[in-house]
């Protein structure tokens, strides 16, 4: 049995690990699946069944052998996803791509599309935030094999990103029937968060922590842990986890960035700066986050680079067949020109109308002083009922500007008690305009 055969059974792992790129914060899946595992004479010391470069290798070997084998193209674009997302080289899209379009253009068994490839093209779609896209794909592989579980994580992210929210608790929901594991456990803890529902969320997680079979399994459950700790207000218990997951993957970038932010608000400020130099030499996705830290230190020089970068990343990733307004518009509503992000975030909110992209334009319009309009946006950005800091605090702020002091009030103080080290810059203005408010009422 070779590594290329050993390898097939985890592509929908592979996959389902892809299609979270589309949360622009990188962390994937990797699931076990049924399958055999290699005879111990036919192991090599050290392999492991999701190591992925020297399966690259083999997959590539035999294609060259086998050109007309679709299910190997298809394994090998969901290879291509994932190293994407572990390297954070987005040239990796266009192999997948290629991949899977090889694999479709080849029969399967059946004689119809293999199924691999188009569940891939969907992830593939997530990935480059073509949410639409995904959906369209996740669709046409459902028609054609409905109990193909893997489908419905693609399904799920899909519907998520375009703020489809009971589309996608009923699509979560077939996946939990069918295949309940680590894939469908941290998909539900993020349907449970968004819902400010903190308990169920730490729940799904810590089923989804029991069944991680594989040290980037565990990593990434534990950064999501972490995350919840820290959205909570708890600094000191996400640093515990965010430490949890660099003992099982010393290279897992979301949390070396997690740790270091957790670090920045306990005050350890040298070991933060070492914490994100070691991130964003991993992953460009955290340089905003690191130059907002550098900015509230003082730094201006050093984070107009981070910025500088980021900017660049927008670039590859536009070169790459990614376009990322959300991004682009939270940025420059913050550090660029709010009206560029107004114009940005209108064009995101007409192909997808999630809480996100309605807090992140609600944003951008109050900073452009379009206060009235900015108010219905984060309203609509509250719709779930989750309890986030930082849309707490945006709300705060445009209520303020409207002159509703209590409202003002109410909000920012939300905000600061839901989790007071949400932002370097914004937990700090947050604690000025209250004193501004209190001081306006004396």
């Known amino acids: 049995m070779t590594r290329v055969r050993r390898f097939l059974p985890l592509l929908g792992c592979l996959l389902l690990g892809c299609a979270l790129l589309a949360l622009f914060a990188p962390g994937g899946l990797l699931r076990r699946d049924d399958g055999p595992p290699p005879r111990v004479e036919e192991r090599p010391e050290g392999w492991s069944p999701y190591e992925l470069s020297g399966y690259i290798e083999d997959a590539q070997e035999h294609l060259r052998h086998h050109p007309d084998d679709a299910a190997t193209w298809a394994s090998l674009g969901g290879a291509y996803l994932e190293q994407a997302r572990r390297s954070a080289d987005v040239t990796y899209y266009g192999k997948a791509q290629g991949a899977f379009e090889r694999s479709l253009r080849l029969p399967a068994d059946d004689g119809g599309p293999n199924i691999?490839?188009?569940?891939?093209?969907?992830?593939?779609?997530?990935?480059?935030?073509?949410?639409?896209?995904?959906?369209?794909?996740?669709?046409?592989?459902?028609?054609?094999?409905?109990?193909?579980?893997?489908?419905?994580?693609?399904?799920?992210?899909?519907?998520?990103?375009?703020?489809?929210?009971?589309r996608a608790q009923s699509a979560l929901r077939r996946m939990l029937q069918g295949r309940p594991d680590l894939a469908s456990f941290t998909r539900a803890a993020r349907l449970e968060h968004l819902h400010g529902r903190t308990g169920p969320a730490r729940t799904a997680l810590e089923r989804a922590r029991e069944i991680a079979g594989d040290p980037a399994e565990y990593a990434f459950v534990l950064w999501q842990l972490g995350e919840l700790a820290w959205s909570g207000g708890d600094p000191r218990a996400?640093?515990?986890?965010?430490?949890?997951?660099?003992?099982?993957?010393?290279?897992?970038?979301?949390?070396?960035?997690?740790?270091?932010?957790a670090e920045a608000a306990l005050g350890r400020t040298e070991?933060?700066?070492?914490?994100?130099?070691?991130?964003?030499?991993?992953?460009?996705?955290?340089?905003?986050?690191?130059?907002?830290?550098?900015?509230?230190?003082?730094?201006?020089?050093?984070?107009?680079?981070?910025?500088?970068?980021?900017?660049?990343?927008?670039?590859?990733?536009?070169?790459?067949?990614?376009?990322?307004?959300?991004?682009?518009?939270?940025?420059?509503?913050?550090?660029?020109?709010?009206?560029?992000?107004?114009?940005?975030?209108?064009?995101?909110?007409?192909?997808?109308?999630?809480?996100?992209?309605?807090?992140?334009?609600?944003?951008?319009?109050?900073?452009?002083?379009?206060?009235?309009?900015?108010?219905?946006?984060?309203?609509?950005?509250?719709?779930?009922?989750?309890?986030?800091?930082?849309?707490?605090?945006?709300?705060?702020?445009?209520?303020?500007?409207?002159?509703?002091?209590?409202?003002?009030?109410?909000?920012?103080?939300?905000?600061?008690?839901?989790?007071?080290?949400?932002s370097p810059y914004g937990a700090a203005r947050a604690r000025a305009a209250l004193a501004q408010l209190e001081s306006d009422a004396t």
């Open 116 to 166: 691999d490839a188009v569940i891939g093209m969907g992830a593939l779609a997530n990935a480059r935030h073509d949410f639409a896209g995904g959906l369209r794909w996740a669709e046409q592989a459902r028609k054609a094999a409905p109990y193909r579980w893997a489908l419905y994580g693609v399904l799920t992210d899909a519907y998520l990103e375009l703020g489809e929210y009971e």
């Open 271 to 422: 070991q933060a700066l070492r914490g994100y130099t070691a991130a964003v030499a991993r992953s460009p996705s955290f340089v905003v986050e690191y130059g907002e830290l550098l900015e509230h230190l003082g730094d201006q020089a050093e984070a107009r680079r981070q910025y500088t970068v980021f900017r660049g990343q927008l670039k590859l990733l536009a070169a790459n067949g990614i376009k990322d307004d959300l991004a682009f518009g939270r940025f420059e509503a913050d550090h660029g020109d709010p009206d560029t992000a107004v114009r940005h975030l209108r064009a995101e909110w007409a192909r997808r109308q999630s809480v996100e992209v309605a807090d992140a334009l609600a944003w951008a319009l109050h900073r452009a002083g379009h206060d009235t309009e900015a108010a219905g946006y984060a309203t609509r950005a509250a719709r779930l009922g989750g309890r986030d800091a930082l849309f707490a605090y945006h709300r705060g702020e445009i209520e303020r500007a409207l002159g509703h002091a209590g409202a003002a009030r109410a909000y920012l103080t939300q905000a600061l008690s839901i989790n007071p080290h949400f």
């Open 238 to 261: 996400a640093l515990g986890f965010y430490e949890q997951a660099l003992a099982a993957d010393r290279t897992h970038a979301p949390s070396l960035a997690g740790r270091a932010r």
